[in-house]
């Protein structure tokens, strides 16, 4: 049975990166951490902006998923951002992107070009969500309803749901997007992994589960582990920001 490690938004935070592979018993003493058992890391969106080291994870991830063919990623909506920032696009440079910009605009031109053909070919070459029927699993950045999953990576309302989540068009009282709670509401078999949204411990509901614990805001970086259904954490080196967590009823 194949064995996968999803692994939470990283927003930039290299140093958590690393030691949460450490700690699930990769080597990172050679270019890119491997499992000595053939683990499967898959990345769920989210590798920039905020965090001090956003071009590092975007090399490291490039070397894993693209080079080396060894772990999987899937786009979030920060991604998608820096995808058209890169493409000369007109977008904001604001909710994080701005730190990344400047990473990237300390660099020397050729540089800069690595880096910017490195992450439009990682992002290119991703689905848009990920069906792992081995680990009986669809792993999609803020998350899918049943009933999208099969559908084209072009459907339009199928983008919108899997970057940005359930949301309802409206903002709340600290200007972040309303959402529904599409977990509540899932009744499917198989896993969704996601995260997108920062809570402050992993949310089981049903059978999904968001791994967005927060790191970039201090909280801690997880990785969910199939077959094994396990939740493997390391705390953020980041200063606490305890109004960006969210909490749910249930």
């Not at 605009?105 to 910017?116: M, P, R, T, V």
């Not at 099969?150 to 903002?171: C, P, R």
Request: glycine share 8%.
């Amino acid at each position: 049975m194949k064995k996968i490690d999803c692994i939470g938004d990283v927003h930039g935070c290299y140093d958590e990166l690393i030691e949460l592979f450490e700690k699930l018993g990769y080597s990172t003493t050679g270019d890119i951490p491997r499992h000595p058992e053939g683990r499967i890391p898959v990345f769920v969106g989210d590798l920039t902006d905020r965090g001090p080291a956003s071009l590092d994870v975007i090399r490291l991830v490039y070397k894993m998923v693209v080079e080396n063919k060894m772990a999987k990623y899937v786009p979030g909506n920060h991604c998608n951002k820096l995808y058209r920032f890169f493409q000369g696009n007109p977008v904001k440079q604001k909710h994080g992107l701005e730190t990344t910009v400047a990473e990237y605009e300390a660099l020397s031109e050729h540089e800069q070009k690595d880096i910017k053909d490195q992450f439009i070919t990682l992002y290119q070459e991703a689905p848009l969500y990920l069906e792992e029927p081995e680990a009986n699993a669809v792993v999609a950045h803020a998350g899918i309803r049943e009933d999208m999953i099969g559908k084209s990576f072009k459907n339009k309302k199928v983008h919108t749901f899997v970057l940005y989540g359930d949301v309802t068009g409206e903002f709340d009282e600290l200007g972040r997007p309303v959402r529904r709670d599409w977990a509540y509401d899932y009744k499917g078999d198989r896993w969704i992994v996601y995260g997108h949204t920062p809570v402050l411990k992993p949310r089981f509901k049903h059978k999904t589960v968001n791994i967005d614990t927060g790191c970039i805001f201090g909280g801690a970086l997880t990785c969910f582990r199939l077959p094994e259904e396990e939740i493997v954490s390391v705390p953020s080196k980041q200063p606490e920001v305890p109004e960006k967590f969210r909490t749910f009823d249930e």
